[in-house]
Structures are given as C-alpha cells and as structure tokens.
C-alpha cells in the first residue's frame, strides 16, 4: 500500500482507520472520502479529505486517478437498524457504492478492502462457533447487502483478479465515535450512559450473546490482512472475525467494576432483538488466525477499563 483512498471516512470505523494508515503511510499518502457527516478536525487538518457520494461512479474514478490510488478501503455504508428503515437506500449506498469500488479498481489496478459483517448470516446459520464457510440466509436489507457484496468481491477476484479481501466483523466498540445506527451499538451506548447518567436502558434483553471487538483490534486486522501475503490467503476474503463475547448483562457487571453504582434496566426494542437474535452467538475465526495470524489484544476486561477512562477523559466526567 503506498496511496490509499478511504471511503466512509467519518464513520465509525473510518475515522479511526483513516488516522491509523496516516501514521504508517504518510498523512499525504492517505485520502479520507466522505459524503454527508461534517468531517472532524482530525481528518481535515493532517491529510486530503474529498467530498465522495460512492453511488456516483465517474466520481469514484476521478479520484483514484487524480490521486493515483493503488489501495481502496471501502467503508461506506448504511448499518443493521438504520438500513431497515430505509432498505432502498440501504441497497443504492452499500450494493451502488461497492459495484462501483470494485469497477473503479479494476480499472485503476488497486487492491480492494471491503468489511463485511456478522449480519450476513442469517436465522438459519448455525449460531454457535458459526463456520467460516457456512449457510448464510441473512433476513436484513443490511445482512443482504453484506452477503451479496462477499460474494461480489469473490467474483471480481475470480473473473479479473482483482486483489479483493474482507472480514465479517462482530460488534465493534469504539469511544471515538458515537454510536451510529448498528444493532450492537448498545455497547457503546451502555458507556456514555454508565458515564454521564450511572445508568442505562438496554435495547436487547438479558442473555443476548454477541462477539463483540474494540476498535483497536478492528483497525489493526484491516491493515494486518491487506499487508498478508496473498500466497497464504485461502479465503481472501469475508474472513470470520472476534474478539470477545458477552451479553448485555456481562457487560454491565464488567463496568459495576469501575462504576460501583451502575445500575441497568431493559426496554428491550422488537427490531433490534429480532435482528440480534438472527445472527451467530459467536463465530469461529480460527481460518483468519491460521491464514494470516489474527490475534485479539483486547477481552471485555481491558476494553472496558480502556473505554471507561478514555471516555471519561472524552466527555470530562470523572
């Protein structure tokens, strides 16, 4: 990787990507695209930031040739909840968005990042130690989009070797950025409350078990598998991905441990239950440790303590 576009920049996982390969790369060598979200200081200031709406093909290919990219992180996307609000929407950003990723990369050469998403399983997957190659019958817009879009990577490597690769991430927690429309995002969400109110109101009802990771972990297994050698990728792309897993309750005692008067209750919503209960309990990411090293840094324990002071420092609640 030497020019490196990021799209979805201001999202979650973008905006913190974005800072990641700027460290590595060089803040010139990295382009942050994003469309609507205002763009932090942080991007703006070190590196080129552009106005992107990935639907808009010819505007794609402008700017991987103006900026002679050679790598494309595509994030740009609807998420779970927000996409069940809006499906049609969810299918032109996320199915619109990748085609013309990919057909711009073609064109231009570049390798290709695309994260996928524990939502591309569906109620029919198994749901425990869900395999790396499995069946996936996903009943979200968003789990469709996600699914279709392996599979479309899968093709483009096939048809022209395209050097296309992906994860299927689990939760992901992140103090950086506030929640933004995931399913999982309650584990954000638990943070701020437990923070600012002492208090919190779970979405998802008691003994709902997802894998869960900490941004940290999710930047790094992004950038570690697009410097992996292609030689030792079976997969190349979709690859299983977790870090820790728990319930909401788990998480609740985890933080009592920093917060002693913490208390949560549950106003469990039907659409987010339904879709939680419709993914893996926990997936099973031994082909990601095996093909390219994957190893998780960060458990509930160490992600909580981490969150709880960052965001306490973040917010300037103590």
């Known amino acids: 990787m030497k020019r490196i576009i990021v799209t979805g920049a201001t999202g979650q996982i973008g905006s913190e990507l974005v800072q990641a390969l700027r460290d590595i790369y060089g803040a010139d060598n990295v382009i942050a695209a ?139 927690i992140s103090y950086k950025t506030e929640p933004g429309g995931g399913t999982t995002d309650y584990a954000v969400e638990i943070f701020y409350s437990a923070i600012r109110k002492g208090a919190y109101s779970s979405p998802l009802k008691e003994g709902t078990r997802l894998d869960m990771m900490y941004m940290p972990d999710a930047i790094r297994a992004a950038m570690e598998l697009m410097e992996a050698d292609p030689a030792s990728l079976r997969h190349r792309n979709a690859f299983n991905l977790t870090a820790m897993n728990f319930t909401p309750e788990e998480l609740c005692r985890e933080i009592k441990r920093h917060i002693p008067g913490f208390e949560m209750t549950y106003d469990v919503d039907p659409l987010r239950q339904a879709i939680a209960e419709s993914w893996p309990r926990h997936m099973d990411d031994s082909a990601a440790r095996s093909e390219w090293g994957w190893m998780p840094e960060y458990d509930i324990s160490s992600m909580t303590a981490d969150m709880i002071e960052k965001l306490s420092k973040k917010t300037g609640v103590k």
């Open 34 to 172: 994003g469309h609507r979200k205002k763009p932090s200081k942080e991007l703006l200031d070190p590196g080129p930031f552009i106005t992107l709406d990935v639907r808009d093909g010819a505007a794609f290919n402008d700017a991987l040739e103006r900026f002679s990219i050679d790598t494309v992180f595509h994030l740009a996307s609807l998420l779970s909840f927000i996409a069940e609000g809006n499906p049609h929407l969810a299918w032109e950003v996320n199915m619109g968005g990748l085609t013309n990723a990919l057909e711009a990369a073609r064109k231009y050469g570049c390798a290709i990042f695309f994260p996928s998403s524990i939502g591309a399983f569906g109620p029919t997957t198994p749901h425990d130690d869900t395999p790396q190659d499995t069946i996936q019958r996903p009943d979200t817009m968003y789990g469709i989009t996600k699914v279709t879009g392996e599979l479309l990577c899968d093709y483009y490597y096939r048809k022209y070797k395209l050097d296309a690769r992906g994860l299927r991430y689990p939760g992901l």
